[in-house]
């Protein structure tokens, strides 16, 4: 029974080491500075400067984060991926990227698995939900962590909608028609208002209309359906749309801030975009000409009257696999800070981004954050129907083809079903060459 016990006592200290060694292993355990790649723009300087200024004041462990603006997450992509390619002393310690960018990411093995220092400082990652987790997995590895969160939403024009008894549409086949009322003609029979704007400088803002009516640009066993009889009666109903003058779609140099700055004068009743601009688009309507309430809905879902689901937006943070050991553990500190439930609501109220802790949610803080921001409730209720976006790593490629496809159908008149056959082949392709 002695050499039994002593047998014990000598594996659970062995173990034991063996535990200290796997925590040890991502300690900080001297003073470095590590820097940072972001895409957050001036109007955001101050907020970030200011939590990038308390951690580096705040932590103990001699970490100095430098920030530095690389340009758009298209920007921060190619650097990225060019700075993996030469290898360690190029890469940065830590990268925001957009959400769609995980997956390539993953596959391409640039991203640190996460999963150890998760173990290893008991980080709470079952906080941010099904959803967000699978959104920054790949092959059931943790590789980036939520951080700036955002759907698809439709900005509208609400004190038009209370005073003309408008109705924002539900469903798809709702749409038809909410436009006839919401638009509003000149008297020459040219647009005056309309009822809408799809953001086609990104696939994304739109593309749940698709999806909620079962037409997938690249399925799940790696094919795509976007020449379905569903695909090409949705594209036509879109394209009689604008053929009307009821809507149209915004593609091209400039198409972003053209399409918001006609909704702020009035000149769209409605908009497809990211509830990330929430703030954005609320400000600028307070100082428009004609200032107006802005309202913020969930997009139509399936005419089935039962999908409504909204797909994850924003950005996600990472740490390359490139970096250095200890350029990896010092990012980590900073990981867990950025994305801690009081730096994650503070940067979502001042970004216009939604909080993704759900230990935020019903807190004083974030009572208050709603009794500010009331469009945001009705968003963050619904959170639980926000999926991840497509894993497979060439959806991204896929879905800009399908893009370009349709600003041809609506913009430039190309044949619907052979412009649709032609896209399904080259999508084809394109998942074939992976």
């Avoid at 920054?136 to 439709?154: C, K």
């Avoid at 079962?214 to 795509?224: F, N």
């Avoid at 879109?238 to 909704?263: C, N, P, V």
């Avoid at 089935?304 to 696999?321: M, Q, R, T, W």
């Amino acid at each position: 029974m002695k050499k039994w016990m002593a047998l014990l006592l000598a594996a659970m200290l062995a173990l034991s080491s063996v535990c200290a060694l796997a925590a040890s292993e991502y300690d900080v355990t001297e003073p470095i500075t590590i820097t940072w790649w972001h895409a957050h723009e001036d109007q955001l300087s101050e907020y970030l400067n200011y939590m990038v200024d308390k951690f580096n004041a705040e932590n103990t462990m001699g970490i100095t984060v430098n920030p530095v603006y690389i340009g758009s997450y298209g920007e921060i992509n190619t650097q990225f991926i060019a700075a993996a390619a030469a290898g360690t002393g190029t890469v940065p310690a830590l990268v925001t990227c957009n959400t769609s960018y995980p997956a390539s990411y993953g596959k391409d093995g640039l991203c640190e698995v996460l999963d150890p220092y998760i173990d290893a400082y008991d980080y709470d990652i079952e906080d941010f939900g099904e959803g967000l987790i699978a959104s920054t997995s790949y092959d059931g590895e943790q590789i980036a962590l939520p951080y700036l969160i955002s759907t698809q939403v439709m900005y509208y024009n609400k004190d038009a909608a209370e005073a003309e008894g408008i109705t924002m549409p539900k469903t798809f086949d709702q749409m038809e028609a909410f436009l006839e009322k919401a638009t509003l003609f000149n008297e020459d029979g040219t647009t005056k208002r309309y009822g809408t704007v799809f953001g086609g400088w990104d696939y994304w803002y739109y593309e749940m209309l698709y999806k909620n009516n079962g037409v997938e640009t690249v399925t799940a066993d790696g094919k795509t359906d976007v020449n379905s009889p569903k695909s090409v009666e949705i594209t036509t109903k879109i394209k009689e749309w604008i053929d009307k003058g009821y809507a149209y779609y915004a593609y091209g140099t400039g198409a972003s801030s053209d399409m918001r700055q006609l909704f702020w004068d009035g000149g769209a009743f409605s908009v497809f975009h990211t509830s990330s601009l929430y703030d954005t688009y609320v400000s600028n309507v307070a100082n428009s000409a004609n200032p107006f309430e802005v309202g913020m809905g969930w997009l139509p879902g399936g005419s089935d009257g039962e999908s409504f689901k909204s797909e994850v937006g924003g950005a996600a943070i990472l740490i390359p696999s490139a970096a250095s050991q200890s350029e990896k553990n010092a990012a980590w500190q900073f990981l867990m800070y950025m994305t801690s439930p009081e730096i994650n609501l503070y940067w979502a109220d001042k970004t216009g981004y939604f909080p993704t802790r759900a230990s935020v949610q019903g807190t004083p803080e974030y009572e208050e954050y709603l009794s500010r921001k009331p469009a945001m409730q009705e968003i963050v209720s619904m959170s639980s129907w926000i999926n991840p976006r497509n894993q497979n790593p060439a959806y991204d490629a896929c879905a800009n083809l399908w893009r370009h496809a349709l600003a041809q159908i609506f913009n430039e008149n190309a044949p619907i079903q052979e412009t649709l056959d032609q896209l399904a082949v080259e999508i084809q392709e394109t998942l074939d060459d992976q």
